[in-house]
């Protein structure tokens, strides 16, 4: 973990947080001081980027997410992110009469999800 309020490594640019969002209340309360036996070389594959909280933990101290940490924080992001498709589909559908495939197609593209992730499979676990 970096050495900031920046939590995880990667080749992209960082994902900010604001102090409003849900994920950043879990990382700033998941966060505990680096262990002195784990190497401060960042292996993650996602860059947050958290502002200075007013109280509480200093990101200087508390700049580390363990490995159970990182699986309650993958959950939550899953959970977020089918919560924020179903009301964009939703809302697309019954407000302004755009079918759910493209509403589909236009959220995994927003979030450059294009290669990662089958428009199919959303829609089956939609359609639930």
């Not at 950043?24 to 860059?47: A, D, M």
């Not at 990662?116 to 676990?125: I, Q």
């Amino acid at each position: 973990m970096a050495k900031s309020s920046t939590l995880s490594s990667s080749s992209h640019s960082p994902i900010h947080l604001l102090d409003t969002q849900p994920i950043y209340h879990f990382l700033h309360q998941l966060s505990v001081p680096h262990p002195p036996n784990v190497s401060w070389h960042e292996t993650g594959n996602i860059t947050f980027s958290l502002p200075h909280p007013r109280y509480g933990k200093n990101p200087n101290i508390y700049n580390y997410i363990g490995h159970d940490s990182v699986l309650v924080i993958e959950k939550e992001i899953e959970v977020e992110m089918k919560a924020e498709l179903y009301e964009f589909l939703l809302e697309n559908k019954y407000c302004h009469g755009i079918m759910f495939k493209r509403s589909m197609e236009t959220f995994v593209e927003h979030y450059n999800m294009v290669e990662l992730v089958e428009e199919e499979s959303l829609m089956r676990a939609f359609q639930r």
